[in-house]
């Protein structure tokens, strides 16, 4: 079983940046698919971007495409999501997911089978 631990979240102003990080409890991720998903109040699940182990490719929703990136240290067991120039349509609880699936739909949320509790992001307008 992998427990997934998000950090990071807050209140930012639109334009700012955040910085959220998730790590995995009790065992490494570097053979683990890695995402972020997000939920705002009332909407639907949301991809977010996504890190494939195998190939080392990243894969971005349009929302935030050329705002945010996604990075994994596999040493430091650590997955990151830098995101810059936040929009308050950005606000939503961030949620960390991961599989260790060889062929799955980086995009949708039932293709993984870990989450974390989430994150809760703010961004004032």
């Known amino acids: 079983q992998v427990q997934l631990v998000e950090s990071g979240g807050g209140l930012v102003q639109a334009g700012g940046s955040l910085r959220l990080s998730c790590a995995p409890s009790?065992?490494?991720?570097?053979?683990?698919?890695m995402a972020w998903f997000r939920q705002a109040p009332g909407k639907e699940r949301e991809f977010v971007a996504s890190s494939e182990w195998s190939t080392g490719s990243s894969t971005y929703g349009d929302s935030v495409k050329g705002r945010f990136t996604i990075s994994r240290d596999n040493a430091k067991n650590t997955l990151t999501l830098q995101m810059n120039t936040l929009k308050p349509e950005d606000t939503a609880v961030y949620y960390c997911?991961?599989?260790?699936?060889?062929?799955?739909?980086?995009?949708?949320?039932?293709?993984?089978?870990?989450w974390g509790q989430g994150t809760q992001v703010t961004v004032s307008s």
């Open positions: 997911a991961a599989n260790n699936r060889k062929a799955y739909v980086v995009s949708a949320g039932r293709e993984y089978d870990y």
């Open positions: 009790g065992r490494t991720f570097g053979n683990y698919n």
